[in-house]
C-alpha cells in the first residue's frame, strides 16, 4: 500500500520560509515522478513543481518559479520543496503526489498517489 506523508507545513510571516517534507513508502520511489499542487480555500487544485525519478529535471509553475525549489532523496524515500519569500498568496494546503515514470505532468489527474496534505499560511 502506497502511503504519502507530509510534514513540516505551518504559520510563517510574509518574507519567510519553510520546508515541506514528504515520506513515501510501499513505493518504488526511485522509478517515481514525484510532485507538488496546492489547494488554496475555494480555488481548485494546482501543479506546484515537480521532480522526475532520478532527481535531475524539475519544473516549476510560474508564479513559484525561482522562489521554490524540489528536491528527492531517493535514499530516504523523501521528496522536499523548499520555500523561500513567502508571500500571502502561497497560503493553501500542500499535497505531495506521486506517479510511476519518468515523465511529470501539471495535471493532479496523471498522478495515482496523493498525501494527506500539510496547511501552509502566510501572514502580511
Known amino acids: 500500500q502506497v502511503q504519502l506523508v507530509e510534514s513540516g507545513g505551518g504559520l510563517v510571516q510574509a518574507g519567510g520560509s519553510l520546508r515541506l517534507s514528504c515520506a513515501a513508502s510501499?513505493?518504488?520511489?526511485?522509478?517515481?515522478?514525484m510532485a507538488w499542487f496546492r489547494q488554496a480555500p475555494g480555488k481548485e487544485r494546482e501543479f506546484v513543481a515537480a521532480i522526475n525519478w532520478s532527481g535531475d529535471t524539475t519544473y516549476y509553475a510560474d508564479s513559484v518559479k525561482s522562489r521554490f525549489t524540489v528536491s528527492k532523496d531517493n535514499t530516504k524515500n523523501t521528496v522536499y520543496l523548499q520555500m523561500n519569500s513567502l508571500k500571502p498568496e502561497d497560503t493553501a494546503v500542500y499535497y505531495c503526489?506521486?506517479?510511476?515514470?519518468?515523465?511529470?505532468?501539471?495535471?493532479?489527474?496523471?498522478?495515482?498517489?496523493w498525501g494527506q496534505g500539510t496547511q501552509v499560511t502566510v501572514s502580511s
Open positions: 503526489a506521486a506517479r510511476y515514470g519518468s515523465r511529470w505532468y501539471t495535471a493532479s489527474q496523471a498522478y495515482a498517489y
Open positions: 510501499g513505493l518504488t520511489f526511485s522509478g517515481s515522478t
